[in-house]
């Protein structure tokens, strides 16, 4: 009787070793990334056919997300652009890092809105659908600003 009160007793002991060891396997699991939108707006267009985009995309999680896709209902197409020395060039994704950020400002990282549907008016809204690689997409409403805007924010 006495060894079988041992022998339970060990096989608790190891399963609590087991439960141990499987919590700690999925704390890893919330590696992830945590993203948010701020200071997004867009100048009135001047064009009727093109508009531009800009935000900031900040990740506060541990892990790295890509954007890899941006749509709004009152464009055909939403193209996202980098640049370099003056040299714009469309990409197809941007990579946030973890604790990092993405900034789309003017003269750098920015966002066509192509084929416009309407004409966005100051004052207005523009719904804008971020895509990303890991996390689920985020919505954000973009307010329309004078064309001659120069945010104090830097972007």
Known sequence: MRRSAVLT???LAGAVALTGCSGSGAESGTDKAELAVSSSYMP????TDMAAGFLTIT???AAEDTLTSVTSDVAGQVTMHSTVGGAMAEKSSFSIPAHGRLVF???GNHLMFEELKRAPKQGQTVAVKLTFATSGPLTVEMPVKSATYNPTTGH
């Not at 009135?44 to 064009?47: A, E, F, G, L």
Request: hydrophobic share 25%.
């Open 9 to 11: 007793a060990g096989a």
């Open 105 to 107: 400002r003017s003269g």
């Open 44 to 47: 009135q267009p001047v064009s």
């Open 59 to 61: 990740n506060e999680g």
